[in-house]
């Protein structure tokens, strides 16, 4: 069954809707499908703008498979990865800060670690204020963070706000993460879907051309380095490698991570009593 499910409301505007599992995990194959996503946005002359959302109202992406085989996960490789010379992780989300489409993240409910990293390669977020939760948890699972958010986050909301969301390892509902600026703008849940959309049928409405070489001089002042991007994740196979990261982790699973409940609901909260305890 496929994970993302793609909707063309349009020739210049589509959707994208994640859609793996009771709680939304991002997996080796959620990564292959969004690389052929990508390719289709990358070559595709009409397309404009993609929302990127979910099927599921408690879980945008919860996070990586923390399951997922280790063996597997490195060896993984897509032809663009390939050619590039760095994993297919990295290889898909700088790919998509880069792409000629504006990408609109809309954000309902949980969006940690992997999910987190996806939504900031977007080019805009906008995330429900009731039932958006963000974070970034590897720091309490004992792990660095593997997917950029140490290059995003002090460009989007200074040094001290980015080390306080990665080293405090908590969650953001949507209120505070607008106020940080981890999200463009947080909206009451039932006006969410109305605002997206409307927001995305007027970029759909403008040249393509424009759109384009904005984005692109924008890209050319704020977009991370490849560099950032690849040291981030060999930092976090460094990591997780480690015995005292797998022993948090299958602690987390015994409070029920990767399952809907209370552990995946509160991991914030989670990985701070683990710490204390």
Request: aromatic fraction near 10%; proline fraction near 5%.
């Amino acid at each position: 069954m496929p994970q993302i499910h793609v909707r063309e409301h349009s020739l210049a505007y589509w959707r994208a809707t994640f859609d793996n599992g009771p709680v939304n995990l991002m997996d080796p194959e959620t990564i292959y499908e969004l690389d052929a996503l990508v390719t289709r946005l990358e070559t595709d002359p009409d397309v404009k703008v993609v929302v990127f959302d979910s099927a599921n109202p408690d879980y945008f992406i919860a996070h990586w498979d923390l399951a997922a085989d280790p063996a597997t996960v490195a060896g993984m490789a897509t032809e663009s990865s390939t050619r590039r010379g760095v994993h297919p992780y990295t290889d898909v989300f700088t790919r998509i800060s880069r792409l000629p489409v504006v990408t609109v993240a809309s954000v309902r409910g949980r969006v940690r670690g992997a999910g987190s990293e996806f939504i900031l390669a977007c080019d805009i977020r906008f995330a429900s204020r009731e039932r958006a939760v963000l974070g970034q948890f590897e720091v309490g699972l004992g792990a660095v963070p593997g997917g950029g958010t140490t290059a995003w986050l002090p460009r989007l909301m200074g040094r001290g706000r980015a080390l306080e969301v990665l080293l405090g390892a908590d969650d953001f509902p949507g209120d505070l993460a607008e106020r940080y600026g981890y999200v463009n703008r947080a909206l009451p849940d039932a006006e969410l879907n109305d605002f997206v959309d409307r927001f995305a049928r007027r970029i759909a409405g403008f040249e393509k051309e424009a759109i384009v070489g904005t984005k692109n001089l924008v890209n050319r002042v704020d977009l991370p380095s490849d560099d950032e991007f690849v040291a981030a994740l060999n930092g976090f196979f460094e990591s997780v490698a480690r015995p005292s990261v797998q022993a948090r982790a299958a602690a987390l699973f015994a409070l029920g991570l990767q399952r809907p409940g209370d552990g995946e609901l509160w991991l914030g909260d989670h990985v701070a009593a683990y710490s204390e305890s």
